[in-house]
């Protein structure tokens, strides 16, 4: 099961438990959810490509008591809606939950125009706005379960998955190995090619599921020296938090992610995720030479 | 104090309160100003101590910036007491220059950003359809507000969905024809498939009419032509009013002109 397909799973499975939940879907994923319209009517709505009306619209529901979950690609949810998202989730605090496919540039080969590295950075200027980027099908129905109805949360799903097992919590990275030489964050689906990369390395390994709010903690009590950042979105996205959660420290910040430039290249996912180093081989020679 | 005389206290309290705070869009709440008084004086049903009751009909105000004028009749319906509107805008006051829904009793949705209330109103609208309520979603957006795309993605959404629960009123003061014209918003609402009216904002005989109409099963565009400024000559149609309070040696002679 791909995680858009969890995606419907968990969210069917959701509709039958709580009847608080209504999906909007902005014209996607109507074939994927072919049976939730049929056994939740007027609770499932394809609701058309209308992001910004939609993502207001989404904030009526809320204000009456339901948890709206809408559903499209990531430059359409974050950026279109983007001022919607700010003032009608963030300032109003109301539940409700954005769920994009898409993430930095799994629709490679259509351009620029449905590349999104810059949501997550983007989410972290809206206050109270909690961000989740699952790593992998399993990761997405437990986080999505944990806090779909706990306020305004941005789920950024990716088709690339890792295929390490151990458990998920909101609000907690989950300390995967401990070493002595350095301290490396991985963010949702990176986690593979990290441990392929690191595998003979000396290093800390903590794994980043939700990216706000940051835990702050488990990376301050697992640091001491260098910090090596691989996030697949914007280079330097959570360097903030990393700061943040070490100023009592002396630290070393090395930022592995997508450089701010548009990738005007097609091709697949994982032509851009070599370019930009984020692949196992690339993630090995720079973190080799941290190291050094 | 008759009807005429309320009204009249209630600019004098708007002024009031915008030459404290020395700032205040006072000629966008005038022109909504009889708008509100028919729909909070003969139209909502609510209970001004229990603001959260279930059973109210909701109303938005899209175009935020005219918050006086619902602050003012807020009050004077018992949501909070009419002193506060003496605070506004201050550092600490629930009563800004545009609402917040988690502030001020009464207010539904913070509103400021154009084009927002209207497709929030529709949501709340689609929301009251699910928990089968009949409790009904009144809005107040402007023709200025119209230039935004979400007022016509609204348009849309509220026609697709049969929102009849839901009626807007269009406070068309003409401050958008300076830069833009939108010219006859009622052809243009009736062309998205919303039922239509078009009214003197400012009669409270015809707005009463219009609103309470029966429903035919689409949603409802009042457009109301409205003076922006009204009930104060030097403020009316006046665009050097639009966000700007009498000085205090212009105060009293501002008051002697309300109508």
């Not at chain 1, 009456?64 to 963030?90: M, N, W, Y």
């Not at chain 2, 708008?35 to 175009?63: H, M, N, T």
């Amino acid at each position: 099961m791909n995680i858009r397909q969890q995606f419907v799973a968990t969210v069917e499975d959701l509709l039958a438990q709580d009847p608080r939940l209504v999906l909007l879907l902005g014209d996607i994923g109507v074939f994927g959810f072919r049976n939730a319209f049929a056994k939740f009517p007027g609770r499932v709505v394809n609701i058309g490509i209308l992001e910004q009306a939609t993502v207001s619209f989404a904030a009526g529901l809320a204000r009456e008591g339901f948890i709206p979950v809408f559903h499209s690609i990531a430059p359409f949810v974050v950026e279109r809606a983007f001022e919607q998202l700010k003032v009608d989730f963030g300032y109003q605090r109301l539940p409700g939950c954005f769920v994009s496919v898409g993430a930095s540039f799994d629709y490679a080969s259509l351009g620029c125009t449905h590349h999104c590295p810059g949501d997550v950075a983007l989410m972290q200027q809206v206050p109270g706005m909690r961000i989740v980027a699952p790593g992998n099908p399993r990761e997405f129905d437990a986080l999505f379960r944990e806090s779909y109805s706990g306020g305004p949360t941005y789920f950024r799903l990716s088709e690339r998955a890792h295929t390490q097992d151990g458990a998920v919590s909101f609000g907690r990275a989950r300390v995967v190995r401990t070493g002595t030489r350095a301290t490396v964050v991985v963010a949702a689906q990176s986690l593979e090619p990290v441990l392929a990369a690191t595998a003979d390395l000396d290093v800390t390994v903590l794994h980043y599921t939700t990216l706000a709010p940051f835990d702050r903690e488990t990376l301050a009590k697992h640091t001491s020296g260098t910090v090596i950042v691989v996030e697949p979105f914007y280079t330097g996205t959570l360097a903030g938090e990393v700061s943040a959660a070490l100023s009592a420290q002396s630290t070393r910040l090395i930022s592995c992610g997508v450089p701010r430039q548009f990738l005007t290249n097609y091709g697949k996912l994982a032509d851009h995720e070599q370019a930009c180093g984020l692949d196992a081989a690339g993630l090995r020679a720079r973190i080799s030479t941290v190291l050094q | 104090m008759n009807e005429a005389e309320t009204l009249r206290e209630l600019r004098r309290r708007i002024i009031l309160a915008a030459t404290t705070a020395r700032e205040g869009h006072i000629a966008s709440a005038f022109s909504i100003l009889d708008l509100l008084w028919v729909l909070y004086g003969r139209v909502l049903r609510f209970k001004a101590d229990q603001p959260k009751w279930e059973g109210r009909d909701r109303f938005i105000l899209s175009k935020g910036h005219a918050s006086l004028g619902l602050y003012a009749v807020l009050a004077h319906h018992g949501f909070f007491p009419f002193e506060e509107l003496q605070t506004f805008a201050g550092f600490t006051s629930r009563l800004g220059g545009h609402p917040d829904s988690n502030k001020v009793p009464g207010v539904e949705a913070s509103t400021g950003s154009l084009g927002h209330g209207l497709p929030m109103a529709a949501g709340i609208a689609y929301g009251l359809k699910l928990k089968q309520s009949t409790a009904r979603v009144f809005c107040v957006a402007g023709d200025g507000e119209a230039n935004e795309g979400a007022i016509w993605e609204a348009a849309l959404l509220g026609a697709h969905h049969r929102l009849d629960n839901l009626c807007c009123l269009l406070d068309y003061n003409h401050s958008g024809d300076r830069a833009l014209l939108t010219g006859d918003l009622a052809a243009k609402f009736a062309a998205f498939g919303w039922h239509t009216a078009a009214v003197d904002g400012h009669d409270h005989a015809e707005i009463f009419q219009a609103v309470t109409q029966p429903s035919d099963g689409r949603p409802r565009m009042i457009v109301a032509t409205t003076i922006k400024g009204k009930g104060c000559p030097p403020m009316e149609g006046n665009p050097a009013w639009h966000h700007k309070a009498p000085t205090p040696d212009e105060l009293d002679g501002i008051l002697a002109q309300l109508t």
